[in-house]
């Protein structure tokens, strides 16, 4: 599949992951407040699971756990960690499940609030392909929630990322648990 699949803004991090959790807030009512902190709770949404990291058969490495359903402009944003304690911002918009059944949308590096100038990337269930910076992988290898968003087996969660340390944020604002 051609296409640009870049990890800006993270050469040398691994980080990636998930965590679950029931919410019973409908998608498209995600809270949209510019810095501060949102309760969890608001930052829950069906979730899909992309692995990323040295590997390049894409086995054992670290997850992150994408919100879907959301609005195209909503913002998610994840802050973690490089191995040598270096923190980095990255966020993402236009976050959505294609009709081909990939996953796609516009990472933007440096910031939590899809800030400047982003890429576009796209991901197809459980093919492992070589990323940005090269010495990095990623696979999607659950996207229940775009095939099935109806099925009981599409969980609810709070996005997040598999580094120690890591935090995820909507629209600028940390998602904290109250």
């Known amino acids: ?7 800006v803004g ?3 991090v691994v980080l990636l992951s998930g965590c679950s ?3 019973a807030a409908p998608a498209g009512t995600i809270a949209t407040v510019d810095g501060g902190q949102v309760d969890a709770s608001e930052c829950e949404a069906p979730v899909v699971w992309l692995r990323t990291g040295p590997d390049s058969s894409c086995g054992g490495q670290n997850t ?12 998610h944003g ?5 191995t040598s304690g270096r923190e980095h911002d990255n966020s993402a918009n236009d976050i959505r499940c294609n009709d081909d059944g990939s996953f796609s949308f516009v990472q933007f590096a ?5 800030a400047g100038t982003g890429v576009r990337k796209d991901y197809v269930l459980d093919v492992c392909e070589q990323d940005m910076p ?8 659950d996207l229940t929630c775009c095939r099935a968003p109806s099925d009981p087996t599409c969980k609810r969660a709070l996005p997040s990322v598999s580094v120690a340390g890591g935090s995820v944020f909507l629209n600028g604002a940390a998602c904290v648990p109250r």
Request: glycine letters at 10%.
């Open 134 to 141: 090269p010495s990095l992988y990623t696979v999607a290898f």
């Open 110 to 114: 440096g910031n939590l609030n899809c």
């Open 10 to 12: 993270l050469a040398h």
């Open 78 to 82: 994840w802050r973690a960690a490089d």
């Open 1 to 7: 599949m051609g296409r640009t699949n870049v990890f």
């Open 64 to 75: 992150h756990a994408w919100p879907v359903g959301m609005n195209a402009t909503d913002c």
């Open 21 to 23: 959790g029931p919410s």
